[in-house]
């Protein structure tokens, strides 16, 4: 899982299933190590993208979590899972 190249500007969000930890790809599948053509980062140009993003991933699956990073590959923002144990 490579982090991708990013603009000054940008953010990318990675996700993750809120009960088990376990990394999804862009198509909430499960990531696996071995697969060079799973994605696991979606791109935006600006951080208010990436959160109406989340806002409208987390209304239709409530067990994910996501993660906000920069192009600097810090962390800006956590996000829990709507629903959590």
Do not use: C, W
């Amino acid at each position: 899982m490579n982090f991708p190249t990013l603009k000054e500007n940008e953010f990318t969000v990675l996700m993750a299933n809120g009960e088990t930890g376990i990394v999804l790809d862009i198509n909430f599948n499960i990531y696996q190590n071995n697969n060079e053509n799973q994605h696991v980062y979606s791109i935006f140009e600006n951080i208010q993208e990436a959160r109406e993003f989340i806002n409208r991933i987390s209304g239709e699956y409530d067990k994910i979590e996501f993660i906000i990073y920069n192009s600097k590959q810090e962390v800006v923002e956590f996000i829990k899972a709507k629903f959590s144990l």
